[in-house]
């Protein structure tokens, strides 16, 4: 099988050993796969990254659905359970299978991103969509299936649990701004009574054109202050974000607009999405050794409106 070597180095780098061997086995894995939920594979996607994603043809009735697997030890199973919490705004889930760490979910289509209102100059309206987006996971309420399995949640972790992340930043960002996130972290994450369960990184690339809707896909999952979920497009598209005017005033439009459409207290909008990118450049220096793209300035930029709490 002809596979992409960013897409092999990343499984390699990722999972080790196990990654390597797993990558030898794909094509019998994808063999029991096809046999047990009787389907043709059509095609691996474009950009491979972390998961084997293909599309694949039902031979029991022709419909056109998504595969996607991943090695042992990763959290492919918690996603697939994620999207079967919420009725509205995400792909249907239609098979599972947890021992080979293999889903088959509904294709999007046109299944074009939110990204592509960026690339057209449309990045207003593009923070709108994802706020209605946010507005439409949020009208549900997964507790009834939580309730019903508790073992649902289990997976995911506290929001509270990332903040030590913020260590990888020494040397790398200002002490203030470090020392400043992590007392929002947890002041933010002190009142843990309407706590939701969250996407986790909500942004442009995971958000896809389903009809004349968009929904969302690729979620981390977390449980925590439902204010945090619209702070991962704050510093998004990494590889687009816009450039017809200057980074402040993007950061500024954006905050705008989530604070005016989300009924959450707009200072914890803001500190959140300090926080959260904070987070991001902390995971850069941990995975890549140094803060990638415009974090340090989009950071500094949100910093300068995020009043205390």
């Known amino acids: 099988m002809d596979l992409p070597e960013n897409f092999i180095f990343n499984i390699h780098a990722t999972y080790g050993e196990a990654g390597k061997n797993w990558l030898e086995q794909l094509p019998s894995h994808l ?9 043709r594979i059509i095609k691996p996607i474009p950009d491979l990254s972390y998961s084997f994603v293909a599309l694949v043809e039902l031979n029991s009735n022709h419909t056109v659905v998504i595969l996607k697997t991943t090695p042992a030890g990763g959290s492919l199973i918690p996603e697939a359970h994620w999207l079967q919490c919420f009725r509205r705004g995400t792909p249907r889930v239609f098979n599972i299978d947890e021992e080979r760490n293999a889903f088959l979910m509904e294709r999007l289509v ?74 929002l972290f947890h002041t933010l994450s002190f009142d843990r009574k309407n706590d939701v369960l969250l996407h986790g990184d909500l942004h442009h690339d995971n958000i896809l054109k389903s009809g004349s809707t968009w929904k969302v896909i690729d979620p981390h999952g977390y449980i925590g202050d439902p204010a945090a979920e619209s702070s991962p497009m704050i510093y998004n598209p ?42 991001s450049a902390a995971w850069d220096v941990e995975g890549f050794g140094e803060v990638l793209c415009n974090k340090v300035d989009i950071a500094k930029a949100i910093d300068v409106v995020c009043l205390a709490l």
């Not at 063999?31 to 389907?39: C, V």
């Not at 439409?136 to 949640?153: M, Q, R, V, Y």
């Not at 993007?250 to 905050?255: A, K």
Request: aromatic fraction near 8%.
């Open 31 to 39: 063999d029991f796969l096809s046999k047990k939920w009787n389907f």
């Open 110 to 183: 046109p299944g074009e991103t939110l990204k592509s209102l960026i690339k057209a100059g449309q990045d207003e309206a593009a923070t709108r969509i994802l706020c209605q987006t946010i507005l439409e996971l949020h009208s549900e309420d997964p507790t009834p299936l939580a309730s019903s399995s508790p073992s649902i949640l289990s997976p995911y972790k506290h929001v509270s649990e990332l903040a030590h992340s913020l260590t990888f930043l020494k040397g790398h960002m200002e002490e203030g701004m470090i020392s400043k996130a992590k007392t």
């Open 238 to 279: 990494l590889d687009y974000f816009p450039s017809d005017r200057a980074l402040k005033q993007v950061i500024d439009l954006r905050l705008k607009i989530l604070c005016e459409m989300l009924p959450f207290d707009p200072q914890r909008i803001k500190a959140w999405a300090f926080c959260w990118t904070m987070l």
